[in-house]
């Protein structure tokens, strides 16, 4: 079994920073590619930014705002979000792609609530 949390969520005013981190572990062998989704009331989750090996990958929305990176040894990924606006609130999902050594699978955290107002 492969266990998905993520952390740091919260509330920030416009033009804020946050720091979302997730860690995996579990019946890990490797790790492929490793995201963040975020989801708004009413709409459909979405991509916000994936990295696989050393290619990354940002929704046009993000781009130039958001950075993520992983720690490989750690099995952890982060999304450091700078200039935050309204339309970035939305709950924040960690994915992974995770081989176990028997079958590789996406593993969800449980989300993490992202909040800006002012």
């Known amino acids: 079994q492969v266990q998905v949390v993520e952390s740091g969520g919260g509330l920030v005013q416009p033009g804020g920073s946050l720091r979302l981190s997730c860690a995996a572990s579990?019946?890990?062998?490797?790790?492929?590619?490793m995201g963040w989704y975020r989801q708004a009331p009413g709409d459909q989750r979405v991509l916000v930014a994936a990295?696989?090996?050393?290619?990354?990958n940002y929704a046009d929305s993000v781009k130039g705002r958001f950075t993520i990176s992983r720690d490989n040894a750690k099995n952890t990924v982060n999304l450091q979000m700078n200039s935050l606006k309204l339309e970035d609130t939305a709950v924040y999902y960690c994915?992974?792609?995770?081989?176990?050594?028997?079958?590789?699978?996406?593993?969800w955290g449980q989300g993490t609530q992202v909040t800006v107002s002012s």
């Open positions: 994915n992974v792609d995770v081989f176990t050594g028997v079958r590789r699978l996406p593993y």
């Open positions: 990295i696989s090996g050393g290619s990354t």
């Open positions: 579990g019946s890990i062998v490797n790790i492929y590619t």
